[in-house]
DNA sequence: GCATTTTTTTAGCTTTGTCTAAAAATAATA
DNA sequence: TATTATTTTTAGACAAAGCTAAAAAAATGC
């Protein structure tokens, strides 16, 4: 596994989270979730392509080849390993990992992510719920239900949280709403289709759509 | 304080080291410590120059500026701190920790400097004994003696190891000789400037001057 | 003090990664 | 289907960081 340069490795792990619901990735979008224009996107294609990392075909859009996706998974296994390490360790905010991380992710030292990994006790998941890759890059991908769409009255976990902003950390750190947390959906409005939730013995409270369509559940 | 490139930062730290034995380093010498090309110096001189971190004339030598060597400190501070991390926590080896923290030394993040600083108990001395400056650039310089010239029966502390190559980590660990170790020469001997060393109650061994030259120690 | 050697700088070229503006291909729509 | 709009690619430029080869300055040695 040779190195890839900083801007190659970003590219690669933002094409790694689009072609997840989509089964081809265009040239606008890539250039837009990177903040650059699309003709920088289309030179680095190119550039990917020689190494083969992704197939593209001009016009036709792109996706990553095998190799493409285990160089991926080995960014986000860094990644989300630093921001374990940041949360836990350093004792940062949950909102404040994501852009430390996203710089140490480029230290592409194996031994130090490996001996990381062991210093952390191998951790399954980062701060947001997110699975950490494993040194084999295998990913444990667990169905997860948005809270808007859980049944009434059945138990779920927050599992993950995919807006990282500090806005969204601030309510749900008030309302006690953490990774882990046990919940159920109590009602559901129709007029402003807010939902009452209810966490264990606590009185229950109501929550907005907005907020419910960022966490994820894992219904037990 | 503004963000430097790590080309930049590289040169500004190896500039650092080089002035602290002569009053002005020279275009060759430093091209010889980071291993490029003479003509590749003049360039990035020129540049610090216009960004007031160097005082540079031509042909006539450098010194880092009040604020080069402020921004020379950070950068020390970074990089001694990682290797606290890698080999206090990670348990990485004393000669494995140089070329990584030459790497992470480059995240600027001033925050997480500090956490780190925290989580690691405010460490004063890196693997090497060579000291962390704090956070405001301070440094403590405790005068050592090298080895070679410590006087016969008089004891001192092994305090820091100007070669951190893997050889010379061998034969310390081997000889039992670590930072922190109490020790006193007994003999020094003419014919191939071989000493004696005694170690607290054990028996006294011999060792090389070309060893003794690259251990220093603090007279108690 | 002049010639020779060494050091340093300059000139010009290369690679990587980015950009803008224009051209080409594809998609949408009337 | 022809026209229009959108997307994507190409062409050409630029900044950063490095290099080589040649010129200029400084140091050395007779
Ligand atoms: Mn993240
Ligand atoms: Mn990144
Ligand atoms: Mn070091
Ligand atoms: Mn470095």
Redesign the pocket.
């Known amino acids: 596994m040779s190195k890839y340069?900083?801007?190659?490795e970003?590219?690669i792990k933002a094409i790694f989270h689009l072609q997840q619901d989509q089964d081809t990735v265009?040239?606008?979008?890539l250039?837009k979730e990177l903040?650059?224009?699309?003709?920088?996107?289309?030179?680095?294609?190119?550039?990917l392509k020689t190494k083969k990392l992704v197939n593209?075909?001009?016009?036709?859009?792109f996706r990553l080849t095998e190799q493409g996706n285990k160089v991926a998974l080995n960014i986000i296994r860094r990644h989300r390993l630093w921001e374990y390490f940041l949360s836990e360790k350093l004792k940062f905010n949950w909102d404040e990992v994501h852009d430390v991380a996203e710089v140490l992710e480029h230290v592409s030292n194996n031994k130090l992510i490996d001996k990381l990994d062991e210093f952390l006790g191998y951790p399954r998941v980062d701060p947001h719920g997110d699975p950490i890759p494993d040194a084999q890059g295998k990913i444990k991908s667990s169905k997860k239900t948005v809270l808007s769409a859980l049944p009434l009255n059945t138990p779920g976990i927050i599992n993950n949280v995919s807006d990282q902003s500090s806005e969204v950390l601030e309510i749900l750190t008030h309302k006690e709403m953490n990774i882990g947390t046990r919940l159920e959906v109590k009602k559901k409005f129709d007029f402003d289709e807010s939902l009452e939730i209810k966490i264990g013995r606590q009185a229950a409270f109501t929550i907005s759509k907005k907020l419910a369509d960022t966490v994820y559940v894992q219904i037990i």
């Open positions: 340069s900083v801007s190659e970003n590219h265009t040239t606008n979008e250039a903040q650059t224009k699309p003709a920088s996107i289309t030179d680095m294609m190119k550039k593209y075909q001009r016009y036709k859009g």
